[in-house]
């Protein structure tokens, strides 16, 4: 992703206005604004991660060089406070139902991947007192599903900084697409679960598994391959073990580290099912690049309206990267 992503255009691209007026009168937000409406503050709020302003007054200062409407800084901090985030989450959202249909890439799946991960952002306990993360730091987290065919989220949920993933991450899951998943999403009863559902999944698992009657499936030989061993069984102890037979793949990574993934896929080569898994490695990348260039620990205010509206704001330029006009 470059930095240069632009959105003096959005209206048009996105024909916004079109969705603003019932979304507006769905929430119960009545927008008397002429000047500083909803869209106008949507424009500055996108603007300021792109160009990386720290408040409500460099935005305002900067705001009519980039063709937006001038405003004052205080008009617009006061528009910001009463606008419910729920309509920025519900324009995220619209902004990613947009995005490219991409082919499955070289891996030649039938369905596209879904990497889910989470990241948390931390700042001073003093700033975020309702947000309370360890130590003397105050914390968001941000559960998402990317895309790694599009380099775009495709859902996020928000969350106080000790929110465990499991329970957000079943928020994320998606029969359309092939979870791809860390160790903090593995559960023996989820994942015979999703069998059942007819969600595919890759999902690497914790180390103290037990593994249970294992049998080895027959593998071309690769003396350039990584994997180590590809079985089916059964997984957990006596008091927690899986009802159903799953198939394990055993690979290194660049560092030689073992790594073992789950998954229902069958007519797949365990080589190929490592590659998912590494797929996976492009929500790390994407996060680097939130926190990195879209200056989000800078917080134009501290109330969850405030904090979980510049989230949104912050996740709309990329996802604009993955539409098709």
Known sequence: MNKSTTF??????????????????????????????????LQYLTSASVHEWTGYRQSATEGGSYGLVEVDHTALSKKARHVPYTIFKKLFHKVVSMCNRTTRRALNLNKDLLAIDSTTITVGEGRLPWAVYHGKRSGVKLHVAHKPSTGSPLQVEETGGLKHDGPVGEQLVNADYTLVEDRAYFKIKRIDRFIDDEQSFVIRMKENVAIVRPQSLK???????????????????????????????????????EIRVVTDLKDVSAEKIADIYRERWAVESFFRWIKQYLNVPTLFGTTPNAVFKLQKRGLTPPSLDGIRF
Do not use: M
């Open 219 to 257: 593998r071309l030989p690769n003396e350039e391959s990584r994997v180590t061993r590809d079985i089916t069984c059964q997984l957990g102890s006596s008091q927690v073990r899986s009802q159903k037979r799953h198939r394990v793949v055993f690979f290194n990574d660049n560092h030689g580290n």
């Open 8 to 41: 003096p255009n959005l209206r048009q691209k996105l024909h916004i206005d079109d969705e603003l007026k019932p979304l507006l009168e769905k929430v119960g937000y009545n927008d008397t604004a002429r000047k500083l409406d909803v869209f106008t503050l």
